[in-house]
């Protein structure tokens, strides 16, 4: 079984990398990690970066993942392999472009674009954001499935995830303590469904709902609410070509991994929200009931 240690970085692809940076900036509230060659970096703690937006197709999307300094990269590629999903090494210009000693690509059986990153550059001074989110780091991502069942095997036979809880076929996968670094929804699409940042209390998210909503006219498209799964208190908004942007703060974590029992959860939007907000987000609507006559 493949060790994932902690998500490390998200890119997505955008067709304007100048909109890409005062969203990323004036909107998120990132900080600059350099722009070069078609690609724009933003950090978000203490690691190098953990958004880039790179020129070219806004429905392109991977997402990164930190393995050991110990970890023996070419083994991990030889048994993704094994289990029937081809492997790319990364080459020196990749490399030097996600800013890490090596990495290798695949994707997983829905078609995401899955990375696994070797010693990861990390920033050489504190995180200054461009504005006060309350942002304390980059947390989980959501990913499309179009099969959860298949793609939770994926995640938890071949690589360390566990399940957290279930929302009807939707899995919260944890890689570490963090209630969920990975969430799979059922979709037709293929690509991250949402980006998480954590941000450092209830206050932030809601000074953020006001901002976003108010001055930025910011569509929000679920919360304020609390999340009856992880317990975090969460604001979901839209951000470039659709993309889904999330806050939170309050996640739950799991330190005993032998009394922890994940549970199942309806599809519901009470699932989604204990407080009764209603999400905005097709993938975390169920289906309207047919209707006879």
């Known amino acids: 079984m493949i060790d994932l240690r902690r998500i490390r970085y998200v890119r997505v692809g955008t067709p304007d990398l100048g909109e890409a940076t005062d969203f990323a900036t004036k909107v998120l509230g990132l900080e600059p990690a350099g722009r070069e060659r078609g690609m724009a970096y933003f950090r978000s703690d203490e690691r190098d970066h953990t958004i880039c937006y790179v020129e070219g197709d806004p429905a392109r999307h991977s997402v990164a993942f930190e393995v050991s300094e110990s970890a023996d990269l070419q083994a991990i590629a030889a048994e993704i392999e094994r289990v029937g999903y081809p492997v790319h090494a990364g080459t020196a210009a990749e490399r030097e472009a996600r800013r890490v000693l090596d990495f290798i690509a695949f994707k997983d059986p829905t078609g995401n674009e899955i990375e696994i990153v070797w010693r990861a ?173």
Not at 138 to 155: C, Q, V
Not at 222 to 230: M, Y
Not at 262 to 286: H, N, S, Y
């Open 121 to 293: 550059q990390y920033a050489t001074r504190r995180y200054f954001p461009s504005r006060d989110a309350g942002i304390t780091g980059f947390s989980h991502i959501g990913l499309h499935t179009n099969d959860a069942g298949r793609d939770e095997k994926f995640w938890t036979q071949v690589f360390n995830a566990r399940a957290s809880d279930w929302i009807g076929d939707a899995p919260l996968l944890r890689i570490n303590p963090v209630h969920h670094s990975i969430a799979l929804f059922p979709s037709s699409h293929v690509g991250v469904q949402h980006i998480n940042h954590q941000v450092e209390s209830i206050d932030d998210v809601m000074r953020s709902w006001y901002l976003l909503r108010e001055q930025r006219g910011i569509r929000i498209v679920f919360g304020p609410g609390r999340h009856l799964s992880s317990g975090a208190v969460f604001l979901y908004f839209e951000g470039l070509d659709k993309m889904v942007y999330e806050y939170s703060c309050g996640v739950r974590i799991i330190e005993d991994e032998a009394t922890y029992v994940p549970r199942q959860l309806p599809f519901t939007a009470e699932a989604f929200c204990m407080w009764g907000a209603k999400p905005d987000i097709v993938e975390f609507r169920a289906p309207d009931p047919l209707v006879t006559l």
